[in-house]
């Protein structure tokens, strides 16, 4: 039995599938247009295509069910986005809590399909491909996936605290892209188990930022929890997959 493997495998299909085929547009878009929606299905379901194909030919499970799986899958995708996902929105209270309630439910039906694809296995991965598959899931979730979740924190932050000179938006895709390149570095050190180094890289981080973390108090605060919440998150996945696969 190879659950760890397979759910591991299912949730780098989701992510790429939610994550990696879908731009801030199409996220966007697909809030007002059914027809967006539906494109985000096709987009998902080809994400996820991949993996069941893996878990079919290399992990020994049938090809039927694989295939079973990924239709499944992709149409309750649909039918969160469609149904469960505007409800999501009305009962909870600000974009984080509902994007971390709408993942749970996308995660909890990978998990689902992991255990009835995982009893019907009859390979397992080398140790070779297993580490393998341990750091490609595990730096896909701290690049994008993470990323969305500290900008939607940041940005329910800085509403708050109301910039006076706005926040434009060449300094946002910088930031978002040394965010993704931080989380990258920490999730690396955080599988090779160099924990110590990861503060060299806050401490970099801080230095370019200093002037204006000693003037600007709200800016400083801002900078504080999302620094925090970027580091947390890449340290925090990678360990998360690494005891998923040893299910």
């Not at 925090?228 to 998923?244: D, E, Y």
């Amino acid at each position: 039995m190879s659950l760890g493997e397979t759910l591991c495998l299912l949730l780098l299909g989701h992510v790429v599938g939610d994550f990696y085929f879908q731009s801030d547009e199409m996220a966007i878009a697909k809030e007002r247009s059914y027809a967006e929606r539906v494109r985000h299905g096709v987009f998902y379901a080809l994400g996820i295509a991949p993996v069941l194909v893996a878990i079919a030919i290399f992990l020994g499970c049938p090809l039927v069910l694989a295939v079973g799986a990924w239709i499944v899958l992709s149409a309750i995708h649909g039918v969160i986005d469609f149904m469960i996902r505007p409800r999501i929105k009305r009962m909870t209270h600000g974009e984080v809590q509902a994007f971390l309630l709408d993942q749970a439910l996308h995660v909890g039906c990978c998990v689902v399909a992991g255990v009835f694809l995982a009893k019907n296995a009859s390979r397992e991965l080398s140790p070779y491909w297993a580490e393998t598959l341990v750091w490609t899931t595990s730096l896909a979730l701290c690049i994008v996936p993470a990323c969305v979740l500290v900008k939607l924190l940041l940005g329910s932050l800085r509403r708050d605290a109301a910039f006076p000179d706005g926040f434009r938006k060449d300094a946002a895709n910088s930031g978002r892209a040394i965010g993704m390149l931080e989380r990258a570095i920490v999730g690396v050190l955080t599988l090779l188990g160099q924990y110590d180094a990861i503060a060299f890289v806050v401490a970099a981080k801080s230095i370019a930022r200093y002037e204006k973390l000693k003037d600007d108090k709200t800016f400083a605060e801002v900078y504080l929890v999302g620094t925090l919440a970027s580091v947390a998150t890449a340290i925090f996945l990678p360990l998360f997959v690494r005891w998923a696969m040893v299910l």
